[in-house]
Each structure stands twice: as C-alpha cells, then as structure tokens.
C-alpha cells in the first residue's frame, strides 16, 4: 500500500516515526500521524486545514496540547472520561494519583530507548481507511488529505481534538471535494474524483 502514497503522505508517515522517536515512544500512534500532517505545506492537507482555521501556529500548538492531555489519560477520549463519570469515576483523579506516585506520564504506555516503533492498532486503522477514502474519491494515489479525512472519521483522540478545532468530515470533504457528507469520505465512489492529483502531482 504505501508505494500509492504520495511524497506528501509518505512524508506524514516518516514524519510520524520521527514524533515517536523524538517522545521516545514506544509505538508510533495517531496522534503521531497527526502532529506530523500538521507541519505539512504545500499539499493538498495543508490547504484543507488552512482553509478550516487550523493551521496557525497557535491552533497547531492547541491540537498539539489536546493529545498529550489524550495520552496522560492513556488514550482515552473525553467521551470515554464523561462516561466514567457518569459512573462514578472520575479519571482526571485516577490520571494524577498515578503521576503522583509514578511520574508525569506513566500512563501512556511507557517509554522506548531505540529500535523500530511498530504502529499502534489505530493507527495501522488510519492508514487502511485512508486507502478505502482514496478508492472511495476514485483517486489513483493515497495522498496527505486521505490521512486526514481518516484521523476525522475514525473515532478516537485525533478525530475528538480535530473537531474540537473545526476540522471534521464534512468540513474538510466541503474544502477539498465541495461535498459536504459526514459519510462520503468512505462510502460515496462518486464524489469529488480526481481530488488525489490536485496540487501534488509532483509527489
């Protein structure tokens, strides 16, 4: 699959191996995908997150603090914080006693000296939905905005922290395809085709 990757997507990628060996994380995420598309320029995820208000340097810094608070709750979403809640538990508790006792970040699932970083489930879930998006728009290659289209539709952090700052499914698929369809992104063979060229042909 990778080698109908675009340069652009193939440069979120790396750059997502990057971010985990920078943490010295032991496994490569997506809130890794995430941070890396966030630094992209010049592709065709780079316009539909500044065309939605998500590419200054301050939004970047936000969606950045939004998944280290993701990962100090061990990668759980606020909708999985508000259902504890709704039992009883409160997890913001649990998180600093944990700290208290292990350190600032015991919960993300350790740390990791060197070697290969595998990808985490999910993220592995990101990269395969973005294939099925690109089949789904009928374009020939997978390309950055693919990568971004499945972190705003598969639930999880990445998909919670870009809607918190205006980019969804509907919103980037109304940027890059001028459709505006919370289910398209996957399951419309229809919509938008052609869009995987546009502005990265060079990759």
């Known amino acids: 699959m990778f080698e109908r990757f675009t340069k652009g997507a193939r440069d979120v990628v790396r750059g997502a191996v990057d971010k985990a060996e920078q943490e010295r994380a032991?496994?490569?995420?997506?809130?890794?995908?995430?941070?890396?598309?966030?630094?992209?320029?010049?592709?065709?995820?780079?316009?539909?997150?500044?065309?939605?208000?998500?590419?200054?340097?301050?939004?970047?810094?936000?969606?950045?603090?939004?998944?280290?608070?993701?990962?100090?709750?061990?990668g759980l979403s606020r909708a999985d914080a508000e259902a504890l809640a709704g039992l009883g538990i409160d997890l913001d508790e649990i998180?600093?006693?944990?700290?208290?006792?292990?350190?600032?970040?015991?919960?993300?699932?350790?740390?990791?000296?060197?070697?290969?970083?595998p990808f985490t489930q999910e993220a592995k879930g990101v990269l395969e939905s973005s294939l099925r998006i690109a089949l789904a728009h009928r374009d020939r290659s997978i390309g950055d905005q693919h990568l971004l289209l499945a972190l705003a539709t598969r639930p999880g952090t990445a998909m919670e922290v870009l809607a918190e700052h205006g980019v969804t499914v509907s919103g980037v698929e109304r940027v890059l395809y001028g459709s505006d369809s919370d289910s398209g992104s996957e399951s419309d063979p229809g919509s938008g085709s052609g869009g995987g060229e546009r502005g990265e042909a060079a990759g």
């Open 95 to 117: 998180v600093s006693r944990v700290e208290d006792a292990h350190g600032v970040g015991a919960l993300t699932g350790g740390r990791r000296l060197g070697g290969r970083r």
């Open 26 to 74: 032991p496994r490569v995420d997506e809130g890794h995908l995430l941070l890396a598309l966030l630094e992209a320029r010049g592709t065709r995820a780079a316009f539909a997150l500044g065309a939605l208000g998500a590419a200054t340097d301050a939004r970047r810094a936000a969606i950045g603090r939004g998944l280290t608070e993701a990962r100090r709750r061990a």
